[in-house]
């Protein structure tokens, strides 16, 4: 690829995201896509059923040794609960019981979250909304790294540090870059993660807990499936903000490889985003978009023009509130 630049800095932009203009120009040539919209009917049974497999998978691994412990994490447990977090990415966007029934929403994303061990559901979605929002808002879009992220994580060893403390960065960062009062539905999130925790331990022991825990945390690190965190929104080409990925691993993460849709219209299901990509090709087929999440991952640690810096970044003004 051209137009690479060792980094010290952020891209700064002072235009805006071009997601809003594009769905604009969209909707007017495809008013179909709007048929897209709406909730996906099978995304609930089909997260439920994720959820109670890796409750049998506690069940089944409470007598093994900590070695296959952290394997089966790495390798399965960590595989379902990265896929349940895109799940509750999908679910932050109200698609699995639609708009009209929000609560039911953040309720089934905690239901969600359970076997990720962690209360996560409802913090993620009050800050997904300004990464949408906002998208690479300074101050506003904690998926962006630090400054001294950026500056630190600057060699191929240290690069390869960040990608595993990324579950880290992840959690603390926003509450350094952009911090938010508590909100009930954190409160009872947590609440409801801990006691389902506490009632795996009484049932089978800590080995479950341990699985659960360290497959989210690993499988967010480096793992294949963590190559989304990069690939989606690090300019790996000048001028291009947004990436999407078309390989089989979508099928594993309800879709989220095709972001330059999402972005697009974050009202349309996972499930269907294929269907605005055929449905607008022009506007997408020529776009630079990833083929491999390893390939990303790999690029990232060894492409001495490529890291944490690697983001767009603007100034927005606050919206009003509702």
Known sequence: MGNRVTRDDFEWVYTEQPHTQRRKEILAKYPEIKTLMG????????????????????????DLSWKWIFFWAYAFGGCV??????????????????????????????????????????SFKKY????????????????????????????????????????????????YVNPKAITRMEIFNALVQFSVDLIIYCLWGLKPIIYLIAGSILCMGVHPISGHFIAEH??????YETYSYYGPLN???FNVGYHMEHHDFPSIPGCRLPMVKKIAAEYYDNLPHHQSWIRVLWD???????GPYSRVKRLCKLAKEN
Not at 46 to 54: D, N, Y
Not at 92 to 119: C, D, E, M, T, Y
Not at 153 to 165: G, N
């Open 300 to 306: 990232f640690v060894f492409d001495d023009t490529i």
């Open 39 to 62: 909730p996906d009917p099978h995304l609930k049974w089909i997260v439920s059923g994720m959820v109670f497999m890796q409750f049998l998978a506690c069940y089944l691994v409470k």
């Open 81 to 122: 609960n990265h896929s349940l977090s895109l799940a509750i990415h999908d679910i932050s966007h109200n698609v699995a019981f639609g708009n009209k029934q929000a609560k039911w929403n953040r309720w089934f994303a905690v239901f969600a979250n359970l076997p990720i061990g962690i209360p996560y559901s409802a």
């Open 128 to 175: 997904h909304i300004d990464h949408h929002r906002y998208l690479g808002g300074d101050g506003l879009d904690v998926d962006i790294p630090t400054d001294f992220e950026g500056w630190f994580f600057c060699t191929p060893l240290r690069k390869l540090l960040w990608l595993f403390l990324q579950p880290l960065f992840y959690s603390l960062r926003p509450l």
């Open 234 to 239: 690090y300019m790996f080409l000048k001028g």
């Open 251 to 253: 099928w594993l993460t």
